[in-house]
């Protein structure tokens, strides 16, 4: 039996804070091999993969354009679960190393059937501050919190 306060749902939107943390990185990630004293097909090369994890960072983690980009995160009593615009809701297993930290959570989660944990990052700009404080009480706090997402059906 699961009472009303099992569920929470919670929504976030791009972080500002974090897109100019992440062009700044960029910028120095994009500068430092052309101040070093390594031929110039090194530094071409460095900068190039440098663009390369820009162009695929930048609409999956961070402006959140991408389908495949997590939005949502819900809790009720099927477990965790994720949601992307390309795929819906998809329970996850969350992993005992997340952080829920004042200024940013940090998730970190597996997708059933699957070995590779993934990442995700929440500043605090990315939502509501209550909703901010909301998440990170509830996953600090929840019950099963690391468990494996129950099977459908």
Known sequence: ?????????????????L??????????????????????WWKLLVSLMCLTH?????PRHILLSSRGAWRALRHDAEGWQLWTVGQGWQPVQLRPDSLALPLVVVLRFR???????????IPRDAMAPEWHRRLR??????????????AAG
């Open 1 to 17: 039996m699961s009472s009303p306060s099992d569920r929470f749902e919670c929504r976030w939107r791009p972080s500002r804070g």
């Open 19 to 40: 897109l100019k943390l992440y062009l700044a990185v960029l910028g120095l990630a994009l500068l430092a091999p052309w101040l070093a004293a390594i031929a110039w």
């Open 54 to 58: 820009a162009g695929w960072v930048l």
């Open 111 to 121: 997708l059933p059937g699957q070995r590779v944990t993934r990442g995700l990052c």
């Open 137 to 150: 009480l509830r996953l600090k706090f929840s019950r099963r919190r690391w468990a494996m997402p129950q």
